[in-house]
């Protein structure tokens, strides 16, 4: 009797083990914090550390210009209105707030075309290592990741960008050090040859 018993128990249970649905496999996606990619890419910091030098520079040279625009400012309140030399300081004012205007049009300009020019060939590589590391894990989607957290002390912009993220939980899909990895490799190797 024991011996049916057993027998009608693996049957039923083979039976519903045949009737579970079979375990799925996982999903075919990845998450990518590019903020933090960013932050810790330490080729791309180096290029841009001469241009953050370049619009200190940049900013410093604005602060003289806008002393000397306050001197001749001051030497107009000196002077009795409508003498010529009146007259003159005004026609000088006016010709250094337009060169002014002129020179950080022109400079945030060119400082803003070789910031771009650093990023888009940055961040062309990256996408060439994440399509290179998603194809070889067949992977199908990968997500960008912003960096958040619910810290206290910071800005604004930081805290809505932690209360608006898309994702809300991850486990395992993360493949940033991956990613940062085969970037750091790349430069590394590109420096070698």
């Given at each position: 009797m024991n011996l049916k018993l057993s027998i009608c128990v693996f049957l039923i249970s083979s039976a519903v083990v045949a009737w579970l649905p079979a375990a799925e496999p996982a999903l075919p996606v990845a998450l990518v914090n590019v903020d933090r990619i960013l932050k810790q890419h330490k080729p791309l910091n180096e290029k841009l550390t001469p241009l953050k030098a370049q619009a200190k520079e940049f900013e410093g040279a604005v602060q003289v210009r806008q002393a000397e625009l306050e001197t001749v400012g001051n030497q107009i309140r000196q002077v009795q209105p409508g003498s010529p030399d009146h007259q003159r300081l005004q026609i000088q004012l006016v010709k250094m707030q337009n060169d002014l205007q002129r020179f950080i049009a022109t400079n945030?300009?060119?400082?803003?075309?070789?910031?771009?020019?650093?990023?888009?060939?940055?961040?062309?590589?990256?996408?060439?290592?994440?399509?290179?590391?998603?194809?070889?894990?067949?992977?199908?989607?990968?997500?960008?990741?912003?960096?958040?957290?619910?810290?206290?002390?910071?800005?604004?912009?930081?805290?809505?960008?932690?209360?608006?993220?898309?994702?809300?939980?991850?486990?395992?899909?993360?493949?940033?050090?991956?990613?940062l990895e085969a970037l750091d490799g790349n430069s590394k190797s590109a420096r070698v040859e």
């Open positions: 945030r300009s060119e400082l803003q075309n070789k910031e771009a020019t650093v990023y888009l060939a940055f961040f062309r590589q990256l996408d060439a290592e994440i399509s290179k590391y998603a194809k070889a894990h067949s992977l199908k989607l990968v997500i960008r990741q912003h960096e958040t957290s619910f810290e206290e002390g910071q800005s604004l912009p930081d805290v809505a960008k932690a209360l608006n993220r898309a994702i809300l939980y991850e486990d395992g899909l993360d493949i940033t050090d991956p990613i």
